[in-house]
């Protein structure tokens, strides 16, 4: 029984560390009940792993500043996983002459139905 106890204990700890988000990557949180809604955190998490981002990256969606760093006031996003059509990565060296210091962490570019 105690076994039991132990490993659904264990179960429910890790379920809950995989979606634990900071402060600034709930910026990032899509329009979704389900876990959809961590999608655009976890490619971020992955990109950042592999240097391609840095801790706070421009979010343009179709055309639209959405979130970056020193913004003050950021809305939600008002996407679903479901509506995204293409996601684009720029990296700040690149996107640092068009966005200035908005943009020195990177960017993403959705695009959407």
Known sequence: MQKL???SLFALLASCSANK?????RNYLLN???NDKYYLIQFIRKSQKENKLGEIPMLIIDGVPIYYFYKKDSEPIKIGRSQIINIKITENTTCAHVFGAACKYGLI???TY
């Open 21 to 25: 988000i900071s402060v600034v990557e």
């Open 109 to 111: 570019t959705i695009k």
């Open 32 to 34: 979704e009940k389900n």
């Open 5 to 7: 106890i132990s490993i």
